[in-house]
């Protein structure tokens, strides 16, 4: 995935966080304002469009029975109660009327002023209880009997249902008035306020995003120069504006940067100086061990007719002279690895041929048991690979002890080399530094002389090819396997005959 794709993936899972969030929180607090906003005024307009309409019918109701109602004889004919209903009816209220009285004692009759639309069984019986039910007089309360009312529905249209009778005997009276205008004007404006309630949830919607755009846009350029610092742009800087938290952690990150740059270029230059002074120092030690070498030599011909009082300690000396040697060899090694000026000179090699010759002159034949198919040819640097396995066998007698098994393959168009000793395997407190630098686990490995380079310079010349070394315990606990993975042509893997920049810090055990 290229660098532009990994931006774009997470510029959108930037977005669908904190900038989709931040969205949300304003549209749900913008839709619930709207909604109890709209709320609030769809009740207290429905309550007051039905109390009106209510008060106004209930009070030419009252009004048309102690006008008309009244005036009728106590025991009034159906055809007087039907006339005084429709006439009660034709006013501008707009309700149906019914009236009923007695004929005689126990003889009830009705007149409606539309039977069709309403009757007696249209009125709720608690409602007839309550008219029918004679108040006590008191000094509260003048009237026997009161107007009441009641809200009910008759089909799929909603009525006003009121009732009240004359005192003394006379007529008792039932309103019933339709609701359904009252009813699609509410509606209306519940479909006015849910319009409203939408366009201030879209309104808030863009207002917020406007907001996170403003909010975040300095946080995604802080993120950036972060990003770009931890990839080592150790000169971003910010532009700062403003007096705002936003600006002041701005500040705060370019002061931070600008130490960390500072504390980079101070380290840099120190491990520079220090790669330096070790590469001179090898270089002037190789004049003085270069003539100690010589003189060594010319002792070692001679160990054998020399005192005896002196031999161990010239045997001594000629074996601390190579250790030295060796030494300094491995510390031009590494200096060369840090300098990025380790070179490849890479050829065809057959493996089994070059694992073979690498034995043969440590006389180690004895000591390996070497399983490697004939005609495995790759492309790689000889003498390298010869450093790589003379440090990984070495190492494997060295501290597990023969027999030593190596065995060459090929997996997946890269070459196999696992190095598996039969000693007491390594520390699981060591593994992961193995190849560290001048590391020795000298408790678990009591007998080991060496510089603790060989492992770290053995890891340096796989990177360089492009491959690596693995160390981990044998499954059945019988000893330490190396496997070494270098691909079959480096220069396809970055190493293109030169030090491809894999300077990773490593060691020997």
Known sequence: MTRAAKNSLVAGLRWTSLRLRLVVVFALVALTAAVSASAI????????????????????F??????????????????????????????????????????????????ASDPDRFTLD???????????????????????????????????????????????GGPTGYMFKSLDQERQ???????SLGVATLLALLGSALLAHAAATTVLKPVHRLGEAARRLGEGELDTRLRVSGTDELAELSRTFNSAAENLQKKVADMSAREESSRRFVADMSHELRTPLTAL?????????????????????????VSETRRLNTLVENLMEVTRFDAGTARLVLDDVDVADQVTACIDARAWLDAVDLDAERGIVTRLDPRRLDVILANLIGNALKHGGSPVRVSVRMVEDDLVI??????????????????????????????????????SIAMENALIHGGGITAANSPDGDGAVFVLRLPRDPSGSGGQGEENGLGREGGGQ
Not at 41 to 60: C, F, I, K, P, S
């Open 293 to 317: 070498t010589a003189v060594t030599e010319v002792l070692e011909e001679e160990v054998e007719s020399l005192d005896p009082m002196i031999a161990p300690a010239v045997t001594l000396v």
């Open 185 to 191: 004007d509410l509606n209306s404006l519940a479909w």
């Open 418 to 455: 696992e190095v598996r000793d039969h000693g007491p395997g390594i520390p699981e407190e060591v593994l992961p530094h193995v190849f560290d630098r001048f590391y020795k686990a000298s408790a678990s490995r009591p007998r080991s002389e060496g510089s603790g380079l060989g492992l």
């Open 41 to 60: 005024a769809y009740w207290l307009n429905r309550e007051a469009v039905l109390t009106r309409t209510q008060d106004a019918a209930l009070g030419d």
């Open 122 to 168: 249209d009125v709720p019986e608690s409602l007839r209880v309550a008219v029918n039910e004679q108040q006590e007089i008191s000094p509260g309360n003048g009237h026997a009997y009161h107007l009441f009312w009641q809200r009910t529905t008759h089909g799929r249209t909603p009525y006003l249902v009121a009732g009240t009778r004359i005192a003394g």
């Open 62 to 111: 009252r009004q048309e029975m102690q006008n008309r109602a009244a005036t009728l004889p106590l025991r009034p004919t159906e055809e007087e109660l039907r006339r005084t209903a429709e006439q009660m009816a034709a006013g501008s209220a707009g309700y149906g009327v019914l009236l009923l009285g007695e004929r005689d004692e126990g003889k009830p009759i009705a007149g």
